[in-house]
């Protein structure tokens, strides 16, 4: 298997939290739906960007972001992957700061 990179750095705002929930191990975890919006270039040309991305969080992470208000703008680090049950890419969030 190829050890690429797989990174994702997104300012964004937190659309909804849901309720702090625990794996079977006991670890927190927390499901949220992060929006950003931003001009970028492509092909030349100005364009308006609009993304909404399914995340989730675990442990002190999820702990700490759990206190955020929804509407809240961050800067997130992490990965993407796809969970064993679903097709959808999931943003694992690894860390945030103020935007």
Same mark, same amino acid.
């Given at each position: 298997?190829?050890?690429?990179?797989?990174?994702?750095?997104?300012?964004?705002?937190?659309? =909804?939290?849901?309720?702090? +929930?625990?794996?079977? %191990?006991?670890?927190? @975890?927390?499901?949220?739906?992060?929006?950003? !919006?931003? /001009?970028?270039? =492509?092909?030349?040309?100005? +364009?308006?960007?609009? %993304?909404?991305?399914? @995340?989730?969080?675990?442990?002190?992470?999820? !702990?700490? /972001?759990?206190?955020?208000?929804?509407?809240?703008?961050?800067?997130?680090?992490?990965?993407? @992957?796809?969970?064993?049950?679903?097709?959808?890419?999931?943003?694992?969030?690894?860390?945030?700061?103020?935007?």
């Amino acid at each position: 298997m190829n050890p690429g990179t797989n990174q994702l750095d997104l300012n964004a705002s937190i659309a =909804e939290l849901s309720a702090m +929930r625990y794996t079977p %191990a006991g670890v927190p @975890a927390l499901d949220l739906r992060l929006e950003h !919006e931003s /001009l970028r270039q =492509e092909a030349g040309q100005e +364009r308006q960007v609009k %993304a909404s991305a399914k @995340a989730v969080a675990f442990g002190a992470l999820a !702990e700490r /972001l759990a206190k955020q208000a929804v509407g809240s703008s961050w800067r997130f680090q992490g990965f993407v @992957a796809t969970p064993r049950n679903g097709k959808n890419l999931v943003f694992h969030i690894q860390d945030f700061s103020q935007d």
